[in-house]
């Protein structure tokens, strides 16, 4: 197997890792932590988890899982550059799921958040059916992204486990 190749399998191994952690990381977050703060509100969003009351919050730690994900991602693409466009897009398609999910966490996300928490910790006032509806349109908005992070992490895993073809000669 050619150095490129080595080199593209060694970046999709980081993909398909970074990947399978976010998407696990991601369903647990959805499921278990906003199961919680979102379980009724306006009362459960007291638990967000952002604030004094929490050393960390969910960005601590998707932001540099993020950094391993791009390196992943864009190594495979940049070293699979020159494979065929049937095997290549397997290579764009984690990508531009990343970049749709990067465009909607802080346009859609972080209104939200900030709504959501200022709502819980008695900062910004809502009525309780806006509170209801807003829990439900991020419950609805969060599964899209649980499906572009599933998306991305299939798409990794075909990549890595088809057999790459070379490039055709003009």
Excluded: C
């Amino acid at each position: 197997m050619p150095l490129r190749l080595r080199v593209m399998r060694f970046f999709l191994w980081v993909s398909v890792i970074g990947w399978g952690i976010g998407f696990g990381a991601k369903l647990f977050d959805l499921l278990i932590v906003a199961g919680a703060w979102g379980a009724s509100p306006p009362s459960s969003l007291a638990l967000m988890p952002y604030g004094p009351r929490y050393p960390m919050n969910p960005g601590d730690f998707f932001q540099p899982l993020s950094i391993l994900m791009v390196g992943g991602m864009l190594g495979a693409l940049i070293s699979g550059w020159k494979t065929r466009f049937e095997y290549r897009f397997w290579l764009w398609l984690p990508v531009i799921m990343f970049l749709l999910i990067w465009i909607f966490t802080p346009t859609v996300f972080w209104p939200m958040i900030h709504k959501l928490y200022g709502a819980g910790s008695g900062k910004i006032v809502i009525s309780d059916a806006d509170a209801i509806h807003l829990v439900r349109r991020w419950f609805i908005w969060d599964w899209a992204r649980v499906a572009m992070i599933a998306v991305g992490f299939v798409s990794s895993v075909r990549a890595i486990s088809l057999p790459v073809p070379a490039k055709s000669s003009p």
